[in-house]
Structures are given as structure tokens and as C-alpha cells.
């Protein structure tokens, strides 16, 4: 079993318009997830700093990040970050630039858990709807065309309000759209714009969101989780 999910911390800036990195890292905790992605994770001008203290978060946490950032002030790349288990190993990752209008990007690690090498792919798309589309056509092509295939998820704030998008669709023919649930905005959810999404070989037993007191107030986004299996008989070649 392997706990998969994702977190926009709103730059650790929560509903009360305060910024509380400890109230963000306490969340991440209560998540007690084997993979995380975050969204919005460093700051968005300047020399992009991550609101969350690297050193805070491996003493902290059973995490590791994963390397993508460009500074070492920075958590990832475009505000996308992923953490994972230290007992995982990380074989490889990149930086995957998407066509925008908006400084936005994706990320992707391939990791080895336990003797399985899977692939997560972290992304944080458009609010637009024309670019979502053309963000998902181009990291489809990147992941397919571009790398080994490996069994994949991909994690994030897709921004699409709705399950039936064009969006969405587009990944059909390759993957499993998994919506946890509404996540937006974090007092009183309305919209689910954060989505698991995975590759044949993965089985998604279960699937929620994290409601509690403090993920409430930490962000505008409540966290979504999902608890997946792998199984290697239902393989999709490249």
C-alpha cells in the first residue's frame, strides 16, 4: 500500500491571512503520507524562497525533498514540490517546462519504493482553460515520448472545476482520473480542483480529503489523499 498526496500550502499562508509555516508542517504531519506533492510551495518573485525551512522539515518530518529546486533557498520548482519517505530511494528527476501564461511548470521523480520503481509527477495547471489543455497535451508527450515508461502518478491542483472538462479527458486514454473530493476553498469546499491520477498499474483503494481543524484554517486548499496498490499484471506499454 503507498499513501500518494497532494497540498497546495498557499505559501504557508492560511484563511486567517497569516503566514504560519509550523501550522503548514503540522498538516503535512497529520497526513502521514509516503509521497506529497505540494503546490504554491515557494514564493512566486524574487529570488522565489521556500516558505517551509528545509532543515525544519527533514529534522521534522520523516521526509525527504526532492532536489529541483534552483536556489537553495527554494522547496522545488515553480512553487512544485514533492517530498518523500527518506527510506525511499530517488533514481532520477526533472523539471518539465508547460506552455503558459503564468509562471507554471511541473515535476516529476522517478523513485524506487521497496524494489518498485514507479514515477510522480507533481503539476499545478492553468487557471485558464485553453492552457490547461495545452499543459496536459505537452506533458503527455513529454512523459511518453521523452523517458522510460514506468507505472505513474500524477498529482496536483489541476484548477478544472469539473470531472466531464476537455481537460480531464484528454488523460483518458492512458489514465485514472481520481477526484478525493472537494478541497476548495479549505472552510467550506465547493470545488475539486486537487486530483490523483494514475496509471493502469495502480489500483486506488481509497481516496479522501484531510478535513482536520488545522487544515481548515492553513490554506485556501484542504489536502487530498488516496491509498493505491500496484499491480504489474495490468502494465501499459509506452
Aim: proline residues 6%.
Amino acid at each position: 500500500m503507498l499513501k500518494i498526496g497532494s497540498y497546495n500550502i498557499q505559501k504557508s499562508i492560511g484563511v486567517d491571512a497569516r503566514r504560519r509555516p509550523e501550522r503548514t508542517l503540522s498538516v503535512i504531519r497529520e497526513l502521514e503520507c509516503d509521497v506529497l506533492a505540494l503546490q504554491e510551495a515557494d514564493k512566486r518573485f524574487g529570488p522565489r524562497n521556500s516558505t517551509l525551512d528545509r532543515e525544519s522539515l527533514v529534522s521534522a518530518t520523516d521526509y525527504q525533498p526532492v532536489p529541483f529546486a534552483t536556489n537553495p533557498n527554494s522547496l522545488g520548482w515553480h512553487g512544485n514540490a514533492i517530498l518523500v519517505r527518506k527510506s525511499f530511494s530517488i533514481l532520477a528527476h526533472r523539471r518539465i517546462e508547460l506552455p503558459t501564461l503564468e509562471p507554471r511548470g511541473a515535476v516529476a521523480v522517478d523513485l524506487d519504493v521497496g524494489g518498485v520503481k514507479i514515477r510522480v509527477t507533481a503539476m499545478h495547471l492553468s487557471l485558464v482553460g485553453h492552457f490547461r489543455k495545452k499543459q496536459i497535451a505537452s506533458l503527455m508527450h513529454q512523459l511518453h515520448e521523452h523517458v522510460d515508461y514506468l507505472p505513474t502518478i500524477l498529482i496536483g491542483d489541476l484548477n478544472e472545476w469539473r470531472d466531464s472538462a476537455k481537460s480531464l479527458k484528454m488523460l483518458e486514454d492512458r489514465y485514472e482520473v481520481t477526484t478525493p473530493g472537494r478541497s476548495f476553498p479549505s472552510p467550506m469546499p465547493v470545488g475539486s480542483l486537487d486530483r490523483i491520477i494514475t496509471s493502469p498499474e495502480f489500483l486506488v483503494k481509497r481516496a479522501g480529503v484531510h478535513k482536520s481543524r488545522t487544515a481548515r484554517i492553513a490554506s485556501d486548499h484542504l489536502p487530498v489523499w488516496a491509498e493505491l496498490t500496484l499491480d504489474h499484471t495490468a502494465h501499459l506499454t509506452g
